[in-house]
Nanobody, 126 residues
């Protein structure tokens, strides 16, 4: 079992930055590929970014490519999502997820992930 706890969400003006963190406890963190997803009111959960278990491969949704960066620190059991140049359409609840699988690229479908955090709200004001 893996427990995931997100933090770092909040209210920010358009053009600003936030860094989300997701702390993992439980089994060996390094065996997991990690992903970030988001869900806005009335919309389905969508893929944002993912990183392979060894951090050798990353993948991003087109909507965030060039603005968001995912990173993974196995020594701290933590995955990060650095979000720059935020837009109002980035407003959503952001979830981190863990997938017990290797391979490249890292998974981007929700059903490929085994564990989920509770989410953290990100609100971008125009």
């Amino acid at each position: 079992q893996v427990q995931l706890v997100e933090s770092g969400g909040g209210l920010v003006q358009a053009g600003g930055s936030l860094r989300l963190s997701c702390a993992a406890s439980g089994r060996t963190f390094s065996r997991y590929a990690m992903g970030w997803f988001r869900q806005a009111p009335g919309k389905e959960r969508e893929f944002v970014a993912a990183i392979s278990r060894s951090s050798g491969s990353t993948d991003y949704a087109d909507s965030v490519k060039g603005r968001f960066t995912i990173s993974k620190d196995n020594s701290k059991n933590t995955v990060y999502l650095q979000m720059n140049s935020l837009k109002p359409e980035d407003t959503a609840v952001y979830y981190c997820a863990a997938a017990d699988r290797g391979g490249y690229p890292p998974p981007r479908l929700p059903w490929e992930y085994d564990y989920w955090g509770q989410g953290t709200q990100v609100t971008v004001a125009s």
